[in-house]
């Protein structure tokens, strides 16, 4: 099996390359036909009117879908929120940009795989949550979400030489945040080039009002009003480069994308992200035969990322009681009286394969086949910077490997006129690997009070770090449709999902180390475990879809069960004291959870009058998620929340007024010290006017400026001396993260 697994990513590129030969031959020119997506799974999709009107208003584009039922984000950078579905977050995640899987090369996780695709070249948005087809990825439990940039754009039989683009600005008060993107295609019949780019630039954003007792950020002559929410700036640059090449029903794309981000920063973060740079190749074939259709691709993604003390955050530190200095020489850093920051870099790259096959057996049955590679290397150290970070490069993860090989066959079945089933098993082997490590220091455990990174990484060095998992998914779908009115879609699934690279192999518990090891912004340190073992969830799930016959109206119910075991949660790190109510060192460790729900979606036409046709639409959703092992509620769980738009539409006119509303959250994870944050209402309002080719947008959020904290916010870290808990007079325990206030935002949008 291991030798079949290397020889893979050889078969699939010579295999890709077989095509493209074949395709500078083709002179018959067609319509491309791509692989469609099941359709007894039918995922929620973000339309391209969402994302045209929701552009103005973000740079974040895991917040376009704060309309999908089942989906909040929680809080991180401004442009690098993280998704959660139905209660289960991050990694738990199946992401998929542009066919790539993406990983965070982070130990806070500050560039998820969302932080990539601006806004502004979204082309679909899609999400399968929970019981969602083996076809659409694995590694996974809580389900999967589809992000591809614009499609290419060809020009039509006899039209010659095409020119076309799109120009776009924004302007956002709260925050004073400005940005743009440009976008223009070249292209004939056969032969497309294309390039879109953007830039995104905020300061921080304001509360609704005083939410903190201090405006000291630990630098001198630097101080924070008290409804300023600290670390809450971002900069970022994108650079999108694509080819495509069209013949007959084949299609040859290829892609280079280049991020660059000058800095984000982070609310609930003791760090922030100074630099972080992507580069990515993404090579895709896709071909209808007479058979069906065949999909390859072929990619590579390289990340440098560096982290360091923002602006707002206490830069110089200095032994535990001096006073906070302007200055810290090299001299002083190497005779242990201060340190010059805490710089911390990542490095990581990312190589892909993948084929895909839809064969037609019959005019009812459609076969689905799929093989995957993905090989995936990090390193994350930490160069000395004075006082207690020196005299060597700290390792925190070494010549890290995770390597995923994957194959799956899917079968959809139309039944009969009412009946559409899928089945789909899905097998993964997933290696990792980690090398030796080492401390600061590592010759002696005294030097860093409390530290222990002698013997912590002479413990961890001694074990074998090399992790086999051989995981099975399973999938059955089945759609009913009980007359022009009623489709009734049932699904149960078992998903697996291997812990990550910082989930296994972080291994000090010392505050300061573990303390950089946080990617749910709880403030807590985190500690790996090298025996963790894989996720397993097992998902029921039904959802009863009453419409008009040309979904004039609809109204969903979607009830869901999930039991997952081997849940990796958190404990008490067994080398640490563990205070209730405050920030601790945690470990990562195997238990169990449940979660349960319901989601609850509608819309309907209410009046079609001369002055436009009105409407409305809404969901409500609850999730409910427990440790069955310890009783304690799971983190990452959004409260009860409601909400409602009022639609107007008019010629050129698009009105909406909307109104969010969320439960207090009372029900927080107790050994996470997770923060209590009270219910409330928001009020949102929108308009747009096309008139050709020019789109304006306006709208104000928070509309009454109103004051409320982010229920999966996590802990206010925006400012102070961070890197230290309260008892050693760090950033004190208890403060959530509020959101943001009244923000008045336009954008102007121009085809040409």
């Given at each position: 099996?291991?030798k079949?697994?290397?020889?893979?990513?050889l078969?699939?590129a010579?295999?890709?390359?077989?095509?493209a030969?074949a395709l500078?031959?083709e002179t018959t020119?067609?319509?491309?036909?791509?692989?469609?997506s099941a359709?007894?799974?039918?995922p929620?999709e973000v339309a391209?009117?969402?994302?045209q009107t929701?552009?103005?208003?973000?740079?974040?584009?895991a917040?376009?879908l704060?309309?999908v039922p089942?989906?909040?984000?929680?809080?991180?950078?401004?442009m690098?929120?993280?998704?959660?579905?139905r209660?289960?977050?991050?990694?738990?995640?199946?992401?998929?940009?542009?066919?790539?899987?993406l990983?965070?090369?982070?130990?806070n996780h500050?560039n998820p795989?969302?932080s990539?695709?601006?806004?502004a070249?979204?082309g679909?948005l899609?999400?399968y949550?929970?019981?969602s087809?083996?076809s659409?990825g694995?590694d996974?439990i809580?389900?999967?979400?589809?992000?591809e940039?614009k499609?290419?754009?060809?020009?039509e039989?006899g039209?010659?030489?095409v020119?076309?683009g799109?120009?776009?600005?924004f302007?956002r008060?709260n925050g004073d945040?400005?940005g743009g993107?440009?976008a223009?295609?070249?292209?004939n019949e056969?032969f497309?080039?294309?390039?879109v780019?953007?830039?995104?630039?905020s300061d921080?954003?304001d509360?609704?009002?005083?939410?903190?007792?201090s405006s000291?950020?630990g630098r001198?002559?630097?101080e924070?009003?008290?409804?300023?929410?600290?670390?809450?700036a971002?900069?970022?640059?994108?650079?999108?480069?694509?080819f495509a090449?069209k013949?007959?029903?084949?299609?040859?794309?290829a892609?280079?994308?280049?991020?660059d981000?000058?800095?984000q920063l982070?609310?609930?973060q003791r760090?922030?992200m100074?630099?972080?740079?992507?580069?990515?190749l993404?090579?895709?074939y896709t071909g209808?035969?007479?058979?069906?259709a065949?999909?390859?691709r072929?990619?590579?993604?390289n990340?440098?990322?560096?982290?360091?003390f923002?602006a707002d955050k206490?830069f110089?530190?200095t032994?535990?009681?001096?006073p906070p200095s302007a200055?810290?020489?090299?001299a002083?850093q190497?005779?242990?009286?201060?340190?010059?920051?805490m710089?911390?870099?990542?490095?990581?790259?990312n190589?892909?394969?993948v084929?895909?096959?839809?064969?037609?057996?019959?005019?009812?049955?459609l076969?689905?086949l799929?093989?995957?590679y993905q090989?995936y290397?990090?390193?994350?150290?930490?160069p000395p910077?004075?006082?207690?970070?020196?005299p060597?490069?700290?390792?925190?993860?070494?010549?890290?490997?995770r390597n995923?090989?994957?194959?799956?066959?899917?079968w959809?079945?139309?039944v009969?006129?009412?009946?559409t089933?899928?089945?789909?098993v899905?097998y993964?082997?997933?290696?990792t690997?980690?090398?030796?490590v080492?401390?600061y220091?590592?010759?002696?455990?005294t030097?860093h009070?409390n530290s222990?990174?002698?013997s912590?990484a002479?413990a961890f060095?001694?074990?074998d770090?090399?992790r086999?998992?051989d995981?099975v998914d399973l999938?059955?779908?089945?759609?009913y449709t009980?007359?022009?009115?009623?489709?009734?879609?049932?699904?149960?699934?078992?998903?697996v999902?291997?812990?990550n690279l910082?989930?296994?192999y972080t291994?000090?518990s010392?505050?300061?180390?573990a303390?950089?090891?946080?990617?749910?912004?709880?403030?807590?340190g985190?500690?790996?475990?090298?025996g963790?073992?894989?996720e397993?969830?097992h998902?029921?799930?039904a959802?009863?879809?009453?419409?008009?016959a040309d979904?004039?109206w609809?109204?969903?119910a979607?009830?869901y069960?999930?039991?997952?075991?081997?849940y990796?949660?958190?404990?008490?790190?067994?080398?640490?004291v563990?205070?209730?109510?405050?920030?601790?060192?945690?470990q990562f460790?195997?238990?169990?959870?449940?979660?349960?729900?319901?989601?609850?979606s509608?819309r309907a036409?209410l009046?079609?009058?001369e002055l436009?046709?009105?409407g409305m639409?809404?969901q409500?959703n609850y999730t409910?998620?427990k440790?069955?092992?310890?009783?304690?509620?799971?983190y990452n769980i959004?409260?009860l929340n409601?909400?409602?738009a009022?639609?107007?539409r008019?010629?050129?006119?698009?009105?909406?007024l909307?109104?969010?509303?969320?439960k207090?959250k009372?029900?927080?994870?107790?050994?996470?010290?997770?923060?209590q944050t009270p219910?409330?209402?928001?009020?949102?309002l929108?308009?747009?006017y096309?008139?050709?080719?020019?789109?304006v947008?306006v709208?104000?959020?928070?509309?009454?400026d109103?004051?409320?904290?982010l229920?999966?916010?996590g802990?206010?870290?925006?400012q102070?001396?961070?890197m230290?808990l309260?008892?050693s007079?760090?950033?004190?325990?208890?403060v959530?993260?509020p959101?943001?206030?009244?923000?008045?935002?336009?954008?102007?949008?121009?085809?040409?």
């Amino acid at each position: 099996m291991q030798k079949t697994f290397q020889r893979l990513p050889l078969a699939l590129a010579v295999a890709m390359a077989v095509p493209a030969l074949a395709l500078a031959q083709e002179t018959t020119l067609g319509r491309v036909v791509v692989t469609g997506s099941a359709t007894a799974a039918t995922p929620a999709e973000v339309a391209p009117g969402t994302v045209q009107t929701l552009r103005p208003a973000t740079s974040d584009t895991a917040s376009l879908l704060r309309d999908v039922p089942g989906v909040s984000t929680y809080g991180a950078g401004g442009m690098s929120s993280l998704p959660a579905i139905r209660g289960l977050a991050d990694d738990r995640i199946r992401i998929k940009v542009d066919g790539m899987d993406l990983i965070a090369t982070c130990p806070n996780h500050m560039n998820p795989a969302l932080s990539y695709l601006d806004p502004a070249n979204i082309g679909l948005l899609e999400v399968y949550p929970g019981v969602s087809p083996v076809s659409v990825g694995g590694d996974s439990i809580a389900g999967t979400i589809v992000a591809e940039s614009k499609a290419p754009v060809f020009a039509e039989p006899g039209q010659g030489v095409v020119k076309s683009g799109e120009i776009s600005a924004f302007y956002r008060s709260n925050g004073d945040a400005v940005g743009g993107s440009l976008a223009a295609t070249l292209a004939n019949e056969s032969f497309s080039v294309s390039y879109v780019g953007s830039l995104a630039e905020s300061d921080n954003y304001d509360a609704a009002k005083d939410f903190k007792t201090s405006s000291e950020t630990g630098r001198i002559g630097h101080e924070l009003p008290l409804d300023e929410v600290g670390s809450s700036a971002y900069k970022s640059r994108n650079h999108d480069l694509g080819f495509a090449f069209k013949g007959g029903d084949h299609l040859v794309e290829a892609k280079v994308g280049f991020q660059d981000l000058p800095y984000q920063l982070y609310p609930n973060q003791r760090m922030d992200m100074l630099d972080n740079e992507q580069l990515r190749l993404n090579l895709r074939y896709t071909g209808a035969f007479d058979w069906g259709a065949l999909e390859m691709r072929a990619y590579r993604e390289n990340v440098d990322h560096f982290m360091d003390f923002g602006a707002d955050k206490r830069f110089i530190y200095t032994k535990i009681g001096q006073p906070p200095s302007a200055v810290c020489t090299e001299a002083q850093q190497t005779a242990g009286i201060c340190a010059a920051g805490m710089p911390m870099y990542s490095e990581s790259k990312n190589t892909g394969l993948v084929l895909k096959a839809d064969v037609s057996l019959s005019e009812t049955d459609l076969l689905r086949l799929g093989a995957e590679y993905q090989h995936y290397t990090l390193d994350d150290w930490w160069p000395p910077s004075g006082l207690g970070m020196s005299p060597e490069t700290f390792w925190n993860v070494r010549d890290g490997e995770r390597n995923r090989a994957g194959i799956f066959a899917e079968w959809e079945k139309q039944v009969s006129s009412q009946w559409t089933t899928l089945a789909g098993v899905r097998y993964e082997r997933v290696k990792t690997d980690a090398g030796d490590v080492q401390g600061y220091d590592p010759t002696t455990d005294t030097k860093h009070m409390n530290s222990m990174q002698k013997s912590e990484a002479a413990a961890f060095n001694a074990l074998d770090h090399k992790r086999t998992d051989d995981n099975v998914d399973l999938s059955l779908l089945a759609r009913y449709t009980h007359d022009a009115n009623l489709d009734v879609e049932f699904g149960l699934a078992r998903k697996v999902r291997s812990p990550n690279l910082y989930e296994r192999y972080t291994w000090s518990s010392w505050s300061m180390a573990a303390l950089m090891n946080n990617f749910v912004g709880d403030g807590n340190g985190y500690v790996g475990n090298v025996g963790l073992k894989p996720e397993k969830a097992h998902t029921i799930s039904a959802t009863f879809d009453w419409h008009a016959a040309d979904r004039n109206w609809e109204f969903k119910a979607t009830p869901y069960l999930t039991y997952v075991s081997d849940y990796i949660d958190a404990i008490a790190a067994p080398s640490r004291v563990y205070t209730p109510g405050t920030f601790n060192v945690l470990q990562f460790e195997n238990q169990s959870a449940r979660l349960y729900g319901i989601e609850l979606s509608g819309r309907a036409p209410l009046a079609s009058t001369e002055l436009g046709d009105f409407g409305m639409r809404g969901q409500i959703n609850y999730t409910r998620g427990k440790n069955r092992d310890t009783g304690d509620d799971l983190y990452n769980i959004m409260p009860l929340n409601v909400k409602l738009a009022l639609t107007h539409r008019q010629g050129g006119w698009d009105n909406a007024l909307e109104f969010e509303g969320v439960k207090a959250k009372s029900k927080v994870s107790d050994v996470r010290s997770e923060i209590q944050t009270p219910g409330y209402a928001l009020t949102h309002l929108r308009t747009s006017y096309s008139w050709k080719s020019l789109r304006v947008d306006v709208g104000v959020e928070n509309l009454f400026d109103k004051f409320y904290y982010l229920p999966l916010g996590g802990a206010y870290l925006g400012q102070g001396t961070t890197m230290r808990l309260p008892a050693s007079g760090g950033t004190p325990y208890g403060v959530a993260v509020p959101g943001a206030g009244r923000s008045i935002y336009a954008g102007i949008n121009y085809k040409f």
